[in-house]
Every structure is written in structure tokens, then in C-alpha cells.
């Protein structure tokens, strides 16, 4: 058990819906990470938060957005969905830049 | 893109035999770190090894970096069925956040 808690485990929705990803670090980390694996593009960093702060962007879409909130929990919400944002997407923490990152078991996304 | 290439993408092996695994990657780092993946799974978090160590160990495993050579390798000794999975090296860029980047992986089958 890494410490990072990722909710839901899986979930299926439609093409055209909205769905939230939720995430609580290790206790103590302040950076939370986001990453989309998927058979074709591997696995892709979307975006980290640092304390609240978003700290860097990778290959996020403008339909997908993220915050981390005060208490550090995380949220990744993915609108207008498609078949092809169907994936396993993962929820990192770490203490700051430069330490371990812990990921945690992700959440399964099926777009029909 | 990927920031680290790892090779090969596959690799059989009996129980009881070394595991070598390689992975390069093309600019600067901070830190490396390897993870295992079964499938379908979390990512497991196995070693972190910083851009002035060379060599690190951890139970099976050992972990060379020569920086000079942007090479990284793993190596899992007496394997073992239960060592079936995927291996990723995944690289912290040098002043770039803390995020990592992560190669394709190479797929690891350990026949009993």
C-alpha cells in the first residue's frame, strides 16, 4: 500500500459526460501528480500541484482540469468526454521535487 | 515525447535467472527511479537513484546510472515468477518541477 488513495476504482460513463477523479496523498506530501496510461500513448504526465499551486503541465487536454485543495486531496475532472480518454488514470504524491514518487492504485475510465 | 527509452521491450527468462533491463533517456536529470507495474495494477515504486550515485541496491535488485552515458540499468537477480510484470524507468528532468518522465517500459515474463 503506496498511501496514495485514488477514488473511484472504476467507472463507466458516456461519450459527452463529465466525471471527477479523486485523490488523497501520502500523508505530508504536498506535490500530487496526474498520469493517463493508456495501450497507445503509454503513460503521459498531465499536470502536478504543489501545495495548491499548480507546479508544471504536461499533455493535459483543455477539456480535463485539476485543483488541489487546502487539505491537499486532489481532483482531476474530465468533461465532454470521448471513447478514446477511456484509460487508467494514476495519482502520484511526493514530499517535494526530488523525492520518491508514490503512486496510487488509479481509477479505470470507460467511455462507451 | 518519452523522455526515456528502455530496451528490451520484452524479455523471458527461467526462474532463477538475472533480469537486465536498460533505459536511456536524453537530457539532464535530477533523480531516476524504477517502478513495476502488473498488470492492470498500481505502479510499485522500486528504487530512486540521484544523479551522483552510481550504483544502488535493494534486496534483488541493483540499480547502475552512468550519467556520462544517460544510461540507467536494472538488474533482478534469482528471479522469480512472482517477478512477472512491467518495468518502467521514469526520470525527474533537471529544474523542471519534480515530474516524472516515463519510457515505454519492458514487459518481464519469469516462467516457473
Known amino acids: 500500500d503506496s498511501g496514495v488513495t485514488q477514488t473511484p476504482k472504476h467507472l463507466i460513463t458516456a461519450t459527452g459526460q463529465r466525471v471527477t477523479l479523486r485523490c488523497s496523498p501520502r500523508?505530508?506530501?504536498?506535490?500530487v501528480y496526474w498520469y493517463q496510461q493508456s495501450l497507445d500513448q503509454g503513460l503521459q504526465f498531465l499536470i502536478q500541484y504543489y501545495n495548491g499551486e499548480e507546479r508544471a503541465k504536461g499533455n493535459i487536454l483543455e477539456r480535463f482540469s485539476a485543483q488541489q485543495f487546502p487539505d491537499l486531496h486532489s481532483e482531476l475532472n474530465l468533461s465532454s468526454l470521448e471513447l478514446g480518454d477511456s484509460a487508467l488514470y494514476f495519482c502520484?504524491?511526493?514530499?517535494?521535487?526530488?523525492?520518491?514518487?508514490?503512486f496510487g492504485e488509479g481509477s479505470w475510465l470507460t467511455v462507451v | 515525447s518519452q523522455q526515456g527509452e528502455e530496451d528490451p521491450q520484452a524479455l523471458s527468462i527461467q526462474e532463477g535467472e538475472n533480469a537486465t533491463m536498460n533505459c536511456s533517456y536524453k537530457t539532464s536529470i535530477n533523480n531516476l527511479q524504477w517502478y513495476r507495474q502488473n498488470s492492470g495494477r498500481g505502479l510499485v515504486h522500486l528504487i530512486l537513484?540521484?544523479?551522483?550515485?552510481r550504483e544502488k541496491h535493494s534486496g534483488r535488485l541493483r540499480v547502475t546510472l552512468d550519467t556520462s552515458k544517460k544510461s540507467s540499468s536494472l538488474l533482478i537477480t534469482a528471479s522469480r515468477a512472482a517477478d512477472t510484470a512491467s518495468y518502467f524507468c521514469a526520470t525527474v528532468i533537471y529544474n523542471q518541477g519534480g515530474k516524472l518522465i516515463f519510457g515505454q517500459g519492458t514487459e518481464l515474463s519469469v516462467k516457473p
Open positions: 502520484a504524491s511526493s514530499q517535494n521535487s526530488g523525492n520518491t514518487i508514490y
Open positions: 500523508s505530508g506530501d504536498l506535490s
Open positions: 537513484i540521484r544523479s551522483n550515485e
